[in-house]
Each structure stands twice: as structure tokens, then as C-alpha cells.
């Protein structure tokens, strides 16, 4: 009990209260990647006109659940020779507002379309080990698996925090924006004072009017979700 007390204290780097997840994944109902793009993003924009939600975002990964995700990895001069394999995440503009995340420099916004230049933010840990102490904004690297790579511009640097659990080793971390990474997959986040219950409801209607077909979402709170991260954990 000690060991969890100590371990709820950690900053992790973003605000876990107030925050509803509900997954859902469009590729079960028929949309491949690129044209679950426009649903999700009409879905986002119905969900930031609830009464009672203050932000909303889609992201891939939930934080703080145990779950990581990597693209590829990261080559480049003065880095090993086996690259740099970095936690990744896919989000939309908003979710680093909506998560309370320390961001220098811009988040995504609606410009950064998939003809447009592929861009990413990072943390400052993943900052260091590819540029070092010179400043990372305007910056590019390679990224991607294979042959399969892609130059992206960073745009903005988070602070460090946990990603996959509390009390992790500091680790690299970037994400890249939804319309230039699209996934029928994805999680909606929103920072609400809704009880889930009522966040479920309200967000069935939402989808029943997009699409019929689309499955109700399970809603959870983050804070319970991320208590799974503290099973066996311990510090001394």
C-alpha cells in the first residue's frame, strides 16, 4: 500500500483526472484507414459540441495502460547503429491540450493533411539523444521501418513523463498526427465533468447519427485505466 501511495504521487507528465477513454474501432464495421479519417474527425468535432465536455481528442494509444505502440525506429548520424526505437503514439490536434501536456513549440492542427509536410512532436528525452542540446524545433529526422522511412519536421517538445505505466524508466516518445498516420483504430479522449454512464449515453446518439452500424463504446476512467500500471510495482 505504501509502495502505491508513493508510486500516485509521480508526475506523470499529464493530468490523468477528469479524463474518459472510449475505444472504437471503425475497421469492424467496414472503413479501412483512410476513410475511417473523415468519421473520426466528424465524430471529434460532435464530441467537442457535448454539454459538459471541455476537450476532446482521438488517440491510439491510451497512456498509462500498459500499452506502447512503435512505428519503426529513428537512423541518423551519431546515433547507434541499430537506431533509436522510441514509444509512438498517433493523435489528434488537441490531445496535448486536453491531456494538460507541457508542449514548446505548436500542436497539430488542421494543416497538417496528408500531402502537407510530415511533421511530429517529441519529448525533450528523445530531443536529446537525436540533436543533442541544440534546439529541436524545425529539425528533421528519419523515421520508419525498413526502406519505409520518412523525414518529419518537429514541431513541438513535450516534457518528459510516463507513457506506458508509472514509475517507468525515461524513455523516447513521439507522436504523429492522425491524417498523416490515419487508423480506423483509435480512442476518444475527453476531459469531462460527465459520469460515464452519462459520457456513453451521450456519445451512442452521437454515433447513431454518423453511422448506425457503428458498436456503442465502452467509457472508463483514465484514473482507473492507469491503475492497472501500478500492479505489481513496487519502490523502496
Same mark, same amino acid.
Do not use: C
Given at each position: 500500500?505504501?509502495?502505491?501511495?508513493?508510486?500516485?504521487?509521480?508526475?506523470?507528465?499529464?493530468?490523468?483526472?477528469?479524463?474518459?477513454?472510449?475505444?472504437?474501432?471503425?475497421?469492424?464495421? =467496414?472503413?479501412? %484507414?483512410?476513410?475511417?479519417?473523415?468519421? +473520426?474527425?466528424?465524430?471529434? $468535432?460532435?464530441?467537442? #459540441? *457535448?454539454?459538459?465536455?471541455?476537450?476532446?481528442?482521438?488517440?491510439?494509444?491510451?497512456?498509462?495502460?500498459?500499452?506502447?505502440?512503435?512505428?519503426?525506429?529513428?537512423?541518423?548520424?551519431?546515433?547507434?547503429?541499430?537506431?533509436?526505437?522510441?514509444?509512438?503514439?498517433?493523435?489528434?490536434?488537441?490531445?496535448?491540450?486536453?491531456?494538460?501536456?507541457?508542449?514548446?513549440?505548436?500542436?497539430?492542427?488542421?494543416?497538417?493533411?496528408?500531402?502537407?509536410?510530415?511533421?511530429?512532436?517529441?519529448?525533450?528525452?528523445?530531443?536529446?539523444?537525436?540533436? =543533442?542540446?541544440? %534546439?529541436?524545433?524545425?529539425?528533421?529526422? +528519419?523515421?520508419?521501418?525498413? $526502406?519505409?522511412?520518412? #523525414? *518529419?519536421?518537429?514541431?513541438?517538445?513535450?516534457?518528459?513523463?510516463?507513457?506506458?505505466?508509472?514509475?517507468?524508466?525515461?524513455?523516447?516518445?513521439?507522436?504523429?498526427?492522425?491524417?498523416?498516420?490515419?487508423?480506423?483504430?483509435?480512442?476518444?479522449?475527453?476531459?469531462?465533468?460527465?459520469?460515464?454512464?452519462?459520457?456513453?449515453?451521450?456519445?451512442?446518439?452521437?454515433?447513431?447519427?454518423?453511422?448506425?452500424?457503428?458498436?456503442?463504446?465502452?467509457?472508463?476512467?483514465?484514473?482507473?485505466?492507469?491503475?492497472?500500471?501500478?500492479?505489481?510495482?513496487?519502490?523502496?
Amino acid at each position: 500500500l505504501r509502495s502505491i501511495h508513493q508510486l500516485e504521487n509521480i508526475d506523470p507528465g499529464m493530468r490523468v483526472d477528469g479524463v474518459l477513454t472510449l475505444e472504437f474501432d471503425l475497421e469492424t464495421s =467496414g472503413y479501412s %484507414d483512410e476513410q475511417a479519417l473523415p468519421m +473520426a474527425g466528424r465524430l471529434l $468535432d460532435a464530441a467537442r #459540441q *457535448l454539454p459538459g465536455v471541455d476537450a476532446a481528442a482521438l488517440a491510439a494509444v491510451v497512456p498509462l495502460t500498459l500499452s506502447t505502440m512503435s512505428l519503426g525506429n529513428i537512423v541518423g548520424p551519431g546515433l547507434p547503429d541499430e537506431g533509436l526505437y522510441p514509444d509512438t503514439n498517433v493523435v489528434s490536434p488537441g490531445y496535448v491540450s486536453a491531456l494538460g501536456i507541457r508542449l514548446r513549440g505548436r500542436d497539430f492542427n488542421a494543416g497538417d493533411r496528408a500531402d502537407g509536410v510530415p511533421v511530429v512532436i517529441i519529448n525533450q528525452h528523445l530531443a536529446r539523444q537525436i540533436f =543533442g542540446e541544440a %534546439d529541436p524545433i524545425g529539425r528533421s529526422f +528519419a523515421y520508419g521501418d525498413g $526502406d519505409d522511412r520518412t #523525414q *518529419l519536421q518537429v514541431i513541438g517538445v513535450v516534457d518528459d513523463g510516463q507513457y506506458a505505466s508509472y514509475g517507468e524508466d525515461q524513455r523516447g516518445y513521439l507522436m504523429l498526427p492522425h491524417a498523416q498516420r490515419p487508423r480506423a483504430g483509435m480512442n476518444l479522449m475527453l476531459r469531462s465533468e460527465l459520469a460515464p454512464a452519462a459520457a456513453a449515453a451521450a456519445v451512442r446518439t452521437l454515433l447513431a447519427r454518423l453511422d448506425p452500424n457503428l458498436p456503442p463504446p465502452q467509457v472508463f476512467r483514465l484514473t482507473d485505466m492507469a491503475a492497472v500500471s501500478l500492479l505489481g510495482k513496487s519502490v523502496t
